[in-house]
């Protein structure tokens, strides 16, 4: 494993080189909350990955307990949401634009904007065990890439109600329903994500890189548009709702909110 400079001076994430492959690591206990900072170390780690020839392969982890329990709720309040969705939805737009093969490999809390960015990935590995969700929705919000994209995974009604229910799941169904490519027991975690890496590793990265820009069924410019749909319809109508800051300010009081359906 080696790690360049650019890893030094990470403090959100780890960034680690194992021949072909690049490993980030999210890193922000005890949850791995993905804050502004965290968003501009992965756009600034992707950005230096997708420059260099040598590398093919993205690994996206968690370290602790959780891969990441989505975006910092602090910052969806009226004077911080657009940056935070902006810097997040950067991050997004770079992995659907990578030439590299992407793979989440999740465990533990997986939910909102952690299950979004394991989601875009092309392969996803995760324990059974794991809880996969979107609970936007208990806040008063919804997450805009899982509207976007989340249907071409799992089906128009399974995103339906994982969207509007905000429920959670447990790896297996998340594989069960094509939110993962495989759910396995914890003991068999890393060898199976090994096992994938390992089939990479052998095969060319122009041919990776031309057979993934081939094969998506919903095309990176169709996304892009449904993306900018979903973050104008939450900026000039959802933030503008009594509810979306009553759900805010809930969950920061760690109190029920009140709904007025306004």
């Known amino acids: 494993m080696t790690v360049t400079s ?10 680690e080189f194992d021949g072909p492959v690049a490993r980030i690591a999210l890193r922000n206990p005890p949850l791995n ?7 501009e170390e992965l756009s600034l780690s992707l950005a230096e990955i997708e420059a260099r020839d040598d590398l093919w392969v993205i690994i996206l982890s968690g370290e602790g307990k959780a891969f990441s329990v989505g ?16 810097k997040f939805h950067a991050v997004i737009r ?15 809390y997986c939910l909102g904007g952690g299950a979004e960015l394991a989601m875009m990935c092309d392969m996803v590995y995760t324990t059974e065990s794991a809880q996969w969700g979107f609970p936007e929705i208990k806040l008063g919000c919804y997450p805009p890439v899982a509207c976007t994209a989340l249907a071409a ?15 959670t799941i447990n790896g297996k169904e998340a594989g069960e329903i094509g939110l993962a490519n495989r759910a396995v027991p914890e ?20 041919a990776l890189a031309v057979a993934k820009k081939a094969s ?30 009553e759900g805010i300010r809930a969950f920061m009081e760690k109190s029920a909110p009140k709904w007025t359906g306004k």
């Open 6 to 15: 650019t890893a030094a001076k990470l403090t959100r994430i780890g960034l």
């Open 94 to 108: 770079s992995l659907v634009a990578t030439k590299k093969v992407t793979i989440a490999a999740v465990h533990g």
């Open 153 to 167: 995974l799992v089906g128009q009604k399974r995103a339906a109600e994982l969207i509007l229910t905000g429920r």
């Open 187 to 206: 003991s068999q975690f890393g060898a199976a994500v090994d096992a994938c890496i390992g089939d990479l590793r052998k095969l060319s990265p122009a």
């Open 71 to 86: 975006a910092d709720v602090a910052a969806h309040t009226p004077d911080k949401v657009e940056e935070m969705l902006a």
């Open 216 to 245: 998506y069924t919903w095309d990176s410019m169709h996304f892009d548009k449904g993306l900018a749909r979903a973050e104008r319809i939450y900026f000039d109508e959802l933030m503008k709702t009594a509810d979306a800051h």
């Open 33 to 39: 909350v993905i804050d502004i900072a965290m968003m």
